[in-house]
């Protein structure tokens, strides 16, 4: 399993952006999918993560209500919706996949992509 983050930028305070992470070398279907972030020197944070069927979800209190995660199975994608957005939510942001459910600590997930630069600043 390959991922692979897109959509990532620069963006005024109060802006949104959304997030694409693209799945090669199988189908994500029984793959949980979490959206983790970093901060320089903080550590990883789960924001979000969508369970294999795309009926459960989960937020990180700091992004509830606005962020979305979502995700496509015919295109192999699981996105994610960012609105409102202010400083503190300027990190590097990685999708990442594990078997089956969603978990909360980084080491569940075997699977990462490299990671999209998200900036927030006016």
């Known amino acids: 399993l390959q991922l692979v983050e897109s959509g990532g930028g620069l963006v005024q305070p109060g802006g949104s952006l959304r997030l694409s992470c693209a799945a090669s070398?199988?189908?994500?279907?029984?793959?949980?999918v979490a959206w983790f972030r970093q901060a320089p020197g903080r550590e990883h944070e789960r924001v979000s993560c969508?369970?294999?069927?795309?009926?459960?979800?989960a937020y990180a209190d700091s992004v509830k209500g606005r962020f979305t995660i979502s995700r496509d199975s015919a295109a192999n994608t699981v996105s994610l919706y960012m609105t409102r957005l202010n400083v503190e939510d300027t990190a590097v942001y990685y999708c990442?996949?594990?078997?089956?459910?969603?978990?909360?600590?980084?080491?569940?997930?075997?699977?990462w992509g490299q990671g999209t630069q998200v900036t927030i600043s006016s």
């Open positions: 070398g199988t189908t994500l279907d029984s793959y949980a």
């Open positions: 990442a996949a594990r078997w089956s459910f969603c978990l909360q600590g980084r080491n569940a997930y075997a699977d």
């Open positions: 969508i369970n294999p069927s795309g009926d459960w979800v």
